[in-house]
């Protein structure tokens, strides 16, 4: 199902107090990071939220993602789960989530992963990319292994090739989490570069980016927080986005979470309780 406005407002408010607690953590403990995606969209032409949609995606160097991972457990309040592949065995990502314990969110994609399925907000590192043979060598490694790891989510129809290519992965690659920490040690394995990538994102190419364009922060306004932002947004957006100033057309201006199950004051676990 799609969320209706009033349930997405419900889930806006609950990624914004998200957001708030990580931005709080981050200038504690002097940890740069950058929203980005629609959040980065968001922030530069409505001063917040896409109206029609909602996510908070926010980026960080690979070392501050790390000193991040290494201090949110400890700063983040009791109602606050950080989820990533060491916190929560049967997570697929290579990416950090900030979950809230006291909802429940089951996305359509992600409702055959048995882990903590609360509202969130996503935390992406940002890694040094390859050039030349390498870059190719690279792709296809991962390729082979983020085939291999989306098995986990659900896809509700595969075609005859797209079946031959999971058996051949899950062959080569029998536990997905030992896939998903191979995925991980190819993603730090670049050394220094001036391309930076978000492994995880979802505009795959665009996510490749100069390094110089996420070196400098200037302040921005997201929902009345005051945020990090690229320097470089005009480039960076102009580069995903094109005209990013422009509304697209009416019938694109949708949301693209589709969940089934949806409850800001029921805890996740809860709701396990009464489905088991």
């Known amino acids: ?44 032409r409505h001063s917040g939220f896409i109206p029609w ?7 960080l160097h690979r070392d501050d993602y790390e000193k991040f991972l290494s201090v949110a457990e400890k700063e983040l309040p009791e109602y606050y789960f950080l989820q990533t592949k060491d916190t929560d065995p049967e997570y697929p990502n290579n990416f950090a989530k900030i979950r809230d ?6 996305e359509s994609s992600a409702i055959n992963l048995k882990i903590n399925h609360g509202a969130y907000i996503d935390i992406f590192p940002l890694d040094n990319y390859p050039k030349g043979a390498e870059a190719k060598i690279f792709e296809i490694k991962k390729k082979l292994l983020t085939w291999r790891i989306n098995k986990a989510f659900y896809i509700p129809a595969m ?7 999971t058996i051949i992965t899950m062959i080569l690659f029998p536990s ?51 945020v990090n932002v690229s320097d470089k947004y005009d480039e960076w957006l102009t580069y995903v986005y094109g005209d990013y100033m422009s509304l697209p057309p009416e019938n694109e201006r949708v949301g693209h979470h589709y969940v089934d199950y949806f409850d800001m004051n029921k805890p996740y676990t809860e709701y396990i309780n009464e489905v088991h």
């Open 176 to 226: 997905l989490k030992g896939a998903v920490e191979k995925r991980e040690k190819l993603y730090k394995s670049v050394p220094d570069s001036d391309l930076v990538v978000n492994n995880s994102g979802a505009w795959l190419s665009k996510e490749i980016i100069p390094k110089e364009w996420v070196l400098n922060t200037v302040e921005m306004e997201f929902e009345g927080i005051k």
């Open 159 to 165: 075609s005859l090739v797209s079946k031959t290519i």
């Open 1 to 44: 199902m799609e969320l209706t406005a009033s349930q997405l407002q419900l889930l806006k408010d609950c990624e914004r107090e998200m957001l708030k607690i990580f931005v709080d953590i981050c200038n504690k403990h002097g940890i740069k990071y950058f929203v980005q995606g629609g959040t980065l969209l968001g922030t530069v």
């Open 101 to 106: 314990s006291r909802t429940t969110f089951v």
């Open 53 to 59: 949609d909602d996510d908070i995606d926010v980026s």
